[in-house]
């Protein structure tokens, strides 16, 4: 039996949530790609968006991420009402978000892809350059205090394994300051044991005060350490709950279609029940008889 991360108990207080969204739609032409979708993300908490391909967790992700532009509804970022214009207006909001692609130069070192985008530099005039010392010891120190132990952080960052990099872009986040960190499918393309390291480092993340949006597919590792959950489903919401108020019996039933699947397992065992038999009376098309 799996052991959950119990979530980290953390002080309510009256501040207003990190990102907030209500009745938030997106349309491409008559496309509805997301409609009505609320969800709410707290410092110290993490909120779990569980759906299927195609219920609508990519455009989701678009619109906190600043890449589209919400159609409907508000959008609110610590209280305020907010269109983001780009993803630089995201990162300059508190807001980082790690891609399933991770966005890695392979061939790179560990900290210079931990720099990517935002090197420091020493010297001035002609004489400016990298800062190579600097970014080699944060990059380690940063990666230990979030309790990630690497050989080398010289080492091209494609020699690692996927759960080490998924844990290298978060200790990135944390070390820039971001508030809010939406981690896309981080656990999709891992083995049991690789997920549970993410999962580990997600918590971490949370433990540090962050609000997590984390997008799954897989409502156990959602249940192992999430705060609320939102369920999705072809672009609209099937369901918002507390930890508190659901058990991963329930959210797994509901992640799977919930009545959908009754049915189906119904007509499943009608089916089964019925074999390879023959109707009364029916001819048998094997034989040219009829059965009796």
Same mark, same amino acid.
């Given at each position: ?70 159609? &409907? ?9 907010? !269109? =983001?214009?780009? /993803?630089? #207006? @995201? %990162? ?78 978060? &200790? ?9 960190? !939406? =981690?896309?499918? /981080?656990? #999709? @393309? %891992? ?93 048998? /098309? ?7």
């Amino acid at each position: 039996m799996t052991k959950s991360v119990s979530p980290t108990p953390y002080e309510k207080s009256s501040a207003p949530a990190l990102v907030q969204m209500t009745d938030v739609s997106k349309f491409y032409g008559n496309i509805r790609a997301l409609q009505g979708v609320s969800l709410e993300v707290h410092a110290g908490e993490i909120t779990c968006v569980l759906g299927d391909n195609g219920a609508g967790k990519s455009t989701l992700i678009k619109i906190i991420a600043g890449l589209h532009r919400h159609d &409907a509804g508000r959008f609110e970022i610590e209280g305020e009402e907010t !269109v =983001l214009a780009n /993803p630089r #207006a @995201a %990162l300059d909001h508190g807001i980082a978000t790690v891609y399933q692609d991770l966005a890695v130069v392979p061939l790179m070192p560990v900290w210079r892809n931990f720099f990517l985008g935002s090197e420091p530099t020493k010297g001035r005039g002609p004489f400016r350059r990298l800062d190579v010392d600097f970014m080699r010891e944060t990059t380690r120190a940063e990666l230990l205090r979030m309790g990630i132990d690497l050989r080398d952080v010289d080492q091209p960052i494609g020699t690692l394994s996927g759960g080490e990099r998924q844990c290298v872009a978060i &200790a990135r986040a944390v070390y820039f300051g971001a508030k809010v960190l !939406v =981690l896309d499918e /981080p656990t #999709a @393309a %891992l083995g049991v044991k690789q997920s549970g390291v993410v999962l580990k480092y997600v918590a971490a993340a949370r433990d540090a005060g962050l609000g997590v949006v984390l997008i799954t597919h897989n409502p156990h590792h959602a249940y192992l350490v999430g705060d609320r959950f939102v369920l999705l489903k072809r672009g609209t919401m099937a369901g918002s709950h507390t930890r508190d108020s659901i058990t991963l019996d329930e959210l797994t039933r509901q992640m799977a279609g919930g009545s959908e699947l009754d049915e189906l397992s119904h007509e499943l065992e009608r089916v089964a029940e019925s074999g390879p038999e023959h109707p009364s009376g029916a001819a048998d /098309p094997a034989s040219g008889t009829t059965a009796l």
